[in-house]
């Protein structure tokens, strides 16, 4: 995903799962893997969006979105998915944080102009 690029989600509540990471200087397979979980959450039952940044230093924000507590947990159990957060922790990461989130309210602006 581009920097820019915003989910839409629809009206609250849903919830967030946001994972800040510091990243090691070597690649090792870490671009193709990270798209590769876009690709396979955005199939997941519940998944509403994501939006993720990383800056020049390695620091890293992704946002995703999800219906529900249950479809959260349902995507930490695919198997794909959790052997990639096991070569994050080994290869790609110096640091992370994981936080779950209820969005209650969102709002935006200005309006687009389409």
């Known amino acids: 995903m581009s920097n820019g690029d915003f989910a839409k989600t629809p009206k609250p509540p849903y919830y967030a799962v946001i994972f800040s990471s510091q990243r090691r200087d070597e690649?090792?397979?870490?671009?193709?893997?990270?798209?590769?979980?876009?690709?396979?959450?955005?199939a997941?039952?519940?998944?509403?969006?994501?939006?993720?940044?990383r800056g020049n230093d390695g620091f890293g924000i992704t946002v995703s979105y999800w219906q529900d507590e249950a479809d959260i947990l349902n995507?930490?159990?695919?198997?794909?998915?959790?052997?990639?957060?096991?070569?994050?922790?080994n290869e790609w990461y110096e640091h992370?944080?994981?936080?779950?989130?209820?969005?209650?309210?969102?709002?935006?602006?200005p309006a687009s102009k389409e």
């Open 27 to 42: 690649d090792a397979g870490y671009v193709v893997t990270a798209d590769r979980m876009v690709e396979l959450a955005s």
């Open 44 to 53: 997941q039952p519940g998944y509403l969006g994501i939006e993720s940044v």
């Open 75 to 89: 995507w930490k159990r695919n198997v794909e998915h959790s052997l990639a957060r096991e070569r994050g922790r």
């Open 96 to 109: 992370f944080e994981l936080r779950v989130a209820k969005v209650e309210r969102a709002y935006g602006g």
